[in-house]
């Protein structure tokens, strides 16, 4: 079974468009995160969420609003898409709420094109 | 703000030959992780260095974290073609919640 599991792996979509990546994580992990890696591979934490409640809220654009109904879920949202949106988006889930010594395991990512 | 800052860019070696990256902090880091992404992959989780002047080996690869804490290296002896790939440095500092990357080394080899 995959431990952090996200949908859709690729997601072509127009400028404008509203749409939403979901994650899913089978570890019993208490923290999930959202990243985005540009096309120059640059690794970004945008958002981290420990048992459901915000804890890293990054300089992300309001457009991208996460969700997590319960800890082994963490979707995210944007409205208005924009070109630069484009990148991979990677969730990640890590066992503990200390973020700064725990593994983060990362899911495999979804790619999104904005034309 | 803090930032990690990881060289080269980019590598591109003969097979058999040897591969540094280097990661380097401004401030003392509360440790360090290291992760490996093949093309078209997800970034996994290598290893963790915590303590001042540590090394620790997997096989062909050494990590090690500075004295002071501030930087840290990972070494792959005699490259082989499963190694292609980015190699982050993720770097952990006390007063943070979150661990940041390094830009990342890009890994190829020529068979």
């Known amino acids: 079974d995959t431990a952090v599991s996200q949908t859709p792996k690729y997601l072509v979509t127009q400028m404008g468009n509203d749409k939403s990546i979901k994650c899913e994580q089978n570890?019993?992990?208490?923290?999930m995160y959202w990243y985005k890696q540009d096309s120059k591979k640059f690794l970004k934490i945008m958002f981290s969420?420990?048992?459901?409640?915000?804890?890293i809220n990054e300089t992300v654009p309001n457009r991208f609003s996460p969700k997590s109904p319960d800890k082994a879920h963490l979707n995210l949202h944007i409205n208005s898409l924009e070109l630069g949106d484009s990148a991979v988006y990677f969730c990640?889930?890590?066992?503990?709420?200390?973020?700064?010594?725990?593994?983060?395991?990362f899911g495999p990512g979804t790619r999104l094109t904005v034309l | 703000g803090q930032q990690v800052m990881q060289i080269p860019q980019y590598q591109h070696v003969q097979e058999g030959e040897d591969f540094t990256t280097y990661c380097n902090s401004s401030?003392?880091?509360?440790?360090i992780q290291w992760y490996k992404q093949r093309p078209g992959g997800h970034p996994v989780f290598l290893i963790q260095?915590?303590?001042?002047?540590e090394v620790k080996k997997q096989k062909r690869l050494t990590f090690q974290f500075g004295e002071a804490k501030k930087n840290s290296s990972l070494h792959i002896t005699a490259t082989q073609t499963t190694d292609v790939g980015t190699y982050f440095c993720?770097?952990?500092?006390?007063?943070?919640?979150?661990?940041?990357f390094g830009s990342g080394t890009r890994l190829s080899i020529r068979p």
């Open positions: 990640a889930s890590s066992p503990r709420g200390a973020v700064s010594t725990d593994t983060q395991y």
């Open positions: 570890l019993g992990h208490d923290t």
């Open positions: 969420y420990n048992n459901k409640e915000l804890i």
């Open positions: 401030t003392t880091l509360s440790n």
């Open positions: 260095l915590v303590k001042s002047g």
């Open positions: 993720a770097a952990a500092y006390s007063s943070a919640s979150k661990i940041i």
